[in-house]
């Protein structure tokens, strides 16, 4: 098991940036992928943005692509999300998880991973 704690969510504008981070408690994740999915209210839960072990793969929902990027430091043991251009429709809890998808369209399926965070609520207000 990987432990994961999310930080770094809160209140933005709409058009303005936050930087949610993922660590690992304890524990090493060098190896795993590492995705990013979110849960707005009344919604089901959504892929977001996944990096490989390496982080020389990303990848990203469709409604994130070009505003979001995906990273990791796996020195520190940290991912993080930083996320421009912010929109009303972003606002929602956001989860990291850990896992070991095979191939690259696994990533974007939360049955991949094993680990997740408690959650880091990101408000956009318009």
């Known amino acids: 098991q990987v432990p994961l704690v999310e930080s770094g969510g809160g209140l933005a504008q709409a058009g303005g940036s936050l930087r949610v981070s993922c660590a690992a408690s304890?524990?090493?994740?060098?190896?795993?992928?590492i995705g990013w999915f979110r849960q707005a209210p009344g919604k089901e839960r959504e892929f977001v943005a996944a990096?490989?072990?390496?982080?020389?793969?990303?990848y990203y929902a469709d409604s994130v692509k070009g505003r979001f990027t995906i990273s990791r430091d796996n020195a520190k043991n940290t991912v993080y999300l930083q996320m421009n251009s912010l929109k009303s429709e972003d606002t929602a809890v956001y989860y990291c998880?850990?896992?070991?998808?095979?191939?690259?369209?696994?990533?974007?399926?939360?049955?991949?991973?094993?680990?997740w965070g408690q959650g880091t609520q990101v408000t956009v207000s318009s």
């Open positions: 998880a850990a896992g070991t998808p095979r191939i690259p369209p696994y990533y974007v399926r939360g049955s991949s991973y094993d680990d």
């Open positions: 304890g524990r090493t994740f060098s190896g795993y992928v």
């Open positions: 990096i490989s072990w390496s982080g020389g793969s990303t």
